[in-house]
């Protein structure tokens, strides 16, 4: 049973691209997680999803960043327009949908560059 | 009030000594409650989870005061290896949303 598979590991983009992050769970699990985290700090959540639904989304910021979880294929964390303030290693965990005592597992991260 | 406090340390103890560090969350509603490790630039990887009776796995000892909304982490007869980044998480029941505190970094000295 795989991990949680995240990719690329390392993104650079330009300012103005757009940036696509990858998490495809692990075998079962269908609630995910996207947490971004700045150098030296600590896991910010940004977006909660279980397949075809954001069930909370509430630390995304509003304008330039999407997320997704289709029924088919991975999770997709989007950023339009990038600028330098998103260089960050973005998280996503996944857990399986039983109960609330179920851990979390995370994949090795993407690290977003913007130059 | 942030949802999860951790002090961010750093905590600096020889090797062999005992450390404990806590965490606070503002939620009372909050239902579930890990510890997870993370050493640099990799992801966080699951230590222990906290049980309303406290738990003790080797040297790693949990526990759950709910009435005073905190858990605790200690660590006994510490290693080198156990220098990392040490992230409570809650868990509030009906959105479960998993929300870290930013983490206590311990460094163990030889």
């Known amino acids: 049973n795989a991990g949680v598979m995240q990719n690329p590991r390392h993104l650079v983009r330009r300012r103005g691209q757009e940036a696509r992050l990858r998490c495809s769970p692990m075998k079962g699990h269908s609630h995910v997680y996207w947490y971004r985290q700045l150098p030296e700090e600590g896991l910010k959540f940004m977006v909660y999803l279980q397949k075809e639904n954001i069930i909370d989304e509430s630390g995304m910021p509003k304008e330039r960043f999407s997320a997704e979880f289709p029924k088919e294929g991975p999770s997709i964390l989007r950023i339009q327009q990038v600028v330098r303030g998103d260089s960050a290693a973005y998280f996503c965990?996944?857990?399986?949908?039983?109960?609330?005592?179920?851990?979390?597992?995370f994949g090795q991260g993407t690290r977003l560059t913007v130059v | 009030r942030k949802e999860v406090e951790q002090d961010p340390g750093p905590f600096n103890v020889p090797e062999g000594a005992t450390v404990a560090f806590n965490c606070t969350y503002s939620?009372?509603?909050?239902?579930?409650f890990f510890w997870y490790r993370q050493d640099c630039r990799k992801e966080p990887k699951l230590l222990m989870s906290?049980?309303?009776s406290g738990n003790e796995d080797g040297r790693f000892t949990a526990q759950l005061n709910r009435a005073s909304q905190y858990i605790s982490l200690l660590i006994r007869d510490s290693k080198l290896s156990d220098s990392a980044t040490y992230l409570c998480?809650?868990?509030?029941?009906?959105?479960?949303?998993?929300?870290f505190g930013t983490g206590t970094r311990l460094k163990v000295l030889a």
């Open positions: 998480v809650v868990v509030t029941s009906g959105t479960y949303k998993y929300i």
């Open positions: 939620n009372s509603a909050s239902q579930s």
């Open positions: 906290v049980y309303s």
């Open positions: 965990a996944s857990r399986l949908p039983t109960g609330v005592n179920t851990e979390a597992f």
